[in-house]
Nanobody, 122 residues
Framework: QVQLVESGGGLVQAGGSLRLSCAASGRTFSSYAMGWFRQAPGKEREFVAAISWSGGSTDYADSVKGRFTISRDNAKNTVYLQMNSLKPEDTGVYYC???????????????WGQGTQVTVSS
């Protein structure tokens, strides 16, 4: 059974920073691409960022490019999302998820975390 546990969310003022973490267990973490997604109130869940199994490739939604950085530490079975220059529209529940393969060009698996709330005040 795969478990993904997010942490690091909170309340921050616009322009501030947060670092989210997603700790994985129960699977060969280093073999799979990982992604971050978010869901704002009343909106559908959307893609934020993804990273390949090795960390050598990353991808970002246009709305966060230049402000967010995804990274991973395979020795710690953890993926991170550094969020800088936060905006009120970044508010939402942030989820991490595993992909079915080492590349994020494939499908996202059914393994999701429970989410962590990020609230950015104006």
């Amino acid at each position: 059974q795969v478990q993904l546990v997010e942490s690091g969310g909170g309340l921050v003022q616009a322009g501030g920073s947060l670092r989210l973490s997603c700790a994985a267990s129960g699977r060969t973490f280093s073999s799979y691409a990982m992604g971050w997604f978010r869901q704002a109130p009343g909106k559908e869940r959307e893609f934020v960022a993804a990273i390949s199994w090795s960390g050598g490739s990353t991808d970002y939604a246009d709305s966060v490019k230049g402000r967010f950085t995804i990274s991973r530490d395979n020795a710690k079975n953890t993926v991170y999302l550094q969020m800088n220059s936060l905006k009120p529209e970044d508010t939402g529940v942030y989820y991490c998820a595993s992909y079915y393969s080492g590349s994020y060009y494939g499908a996202v698996s059914n393994y999701w975390g429970q989410g962590t709330q990020v609230t950015v005040s104006s």
